[in-house]
């Protein structure tokens, strides 16, 4: 039988795909096995756990919303979980989204517009990068935390019609950080919004694990959170004031257009939100995780480039170079993804190790082991 790739209108993708695995750039599906993954975004640990509900049986929420939320997929789980979420980080309002992409690539079209400029970090994350172009609005890309390239954009734009700042608090491939209350007087001063992704640090930074915001004691106009990183389960948010969840509600076309999530899930997320507010010894013991594996990569002079945190970025530069080294790390027992082009600029191809809470010391220094043994300067 052929397949409908061969003839016809898609018979190019073979030649693409050939042309990814001859880059090695070419994306297939993991195959693990029984190897100590150490490249999820389960900070605390929590993703493994059933779904946290000890009520009664007869109270537990549908499994599904069964429509939109604007049509008939309206439950009061979500309308607890988002009061729970706005509690957490210190905003007014939030609105639930069925993933993170959803609620950027919804976002941003919904505030801005042709006659708008968006001043986006270099690195920011696919789905802000998306929620740019859909939104139609001039883009400025500026140099990855450069202050004084974001102020530059702003004072050249100051005729345009609104002004937005867009960031990731904590960035998914640097495991670095912007100066976010120097970026929060930027815009006061230029009146812009700021609006901060702070997908992978809520549950990881702050009192309670509210994020880097709430770290730096800097309130964002806008702040998008996730459900599947600390939180461990699916799905994500925006939050601020009563207004902007009004105006997402009505024109945030991820949200408008898709199915609510299960209202199961979202009675759980409400538990977890808690689980996350009281797990400060999780907190503790990712920090010492991280500062140990730090310490034992810096002994064997492995490129670290400034990051922070649970995400330990290890930039080799060269995509082949990546891929060799997730393969020997897989051989010997750790599952570490090698991210390459387009995710990363080219020439920065990385080993991209996270860490979680629940690491034991044993799996701590069998990673140490696999990584020692890859990353040695080969023999001449």
Not at 131 to 155: K, M
Request: contains cysteine; hydrophobic residues 45%.
């Amino acid at each position: 039988m052929r397949s409908p790739s061969d003839v016809g209108g898609l018979s190019f993708l073979r030649a693409e795909l050939e042309a990814l695995e001859h880059g090695d750039l070419l994306r297939q599906r993991p195959k693990v096995g029984d190897a100590l993954v150490l490249c999820s975004n389960d900070y605390l640990g929590y993703a493994a756990d059933p779904l946290d509900d000890p009520r009664a049986p007869t109270v537990v929420p549908p499994s599904g919303a069964g429509a939109s939320r604007l049509v008939s997929g309206e439950h009061p789980a979500h309308v607890e979980l988002e009061r729970s979420l706005a509690r957490w980080v210190g905003l007014e309002a939030a609105l639930i989204f069925s993933s993170g992409y959803a609620a950027n690539v919804g976002l941003l079209p919904a505030l801005a517009g042709e006659a708008d400029v968006i001043v986006s970090d270099e690195l920011n994350h696919a789905s802000i990068i998306d929620g740019c172009r859909l939104s139609r609005a001039r883009v400025v890309v500026t140099p990855h935390l450069d202050l004084a390239a974001v102020e530059r954009a702003l004072a050249a734009n100051a005729t345009a019609r609104r002004r937005f700042v867009v960031t990731e608090s904590y960035f998914s491939m640097d495991g670095d950080a912007p100066p976010l209350a120097e970026l929060r007087s930027l815009c006061d001063a230029y009146g812009a919004a700021l609006i901060v992704d702070e997908a992978h640090a809520l549950g990881v930074f702050g009192a309670g694990g509210r994020g880097r915001c709430w770290l730096e004691g800097v309130v964002p106009d806008v702040l998008v959170g996730t459900l599947g990183k600390a939180i461990g389960l699916q799905g994500a948010f925006v939050a601020g004031s009563p207004d902007l969840e009004a105006w997402l509600w009505n024109r945030a076309r991820s949200f408008v257009f898709s199915t609510g999530i299960g209202p199961a899930l979202a009675a759980a997320a409400v538990l977890r939100v808690e689980r996350v507010l009281a797990d400060d010894l999780g907190r503790a013991r990712l920090d010492e995780l991280a500062s140990r594996l730090r310490s034992e990569l810096r002994s064997m002079h492995a490129p670290l480039h400034g990051s922070t945190g649970p995400i330990v970025p290890i930039v080799v530069g060269d995509a082949r170079r990546a891929v060799e080294l997730r393969e020997r790390l897989l051989a010997a027992g750790v599952y570490v993804q090698a991210i390459r082009p387009p995710t990363v600029p080219e020439g920065t191809s990385r080993l991209r190790v996270t860490l979680h809470a629940r690491l034991s010391d044993a799996e701590l220094e069998r990673a140490l082991g696999a990584l020692r043994l890859v990353l040695a300067p080969r023999h001449r």
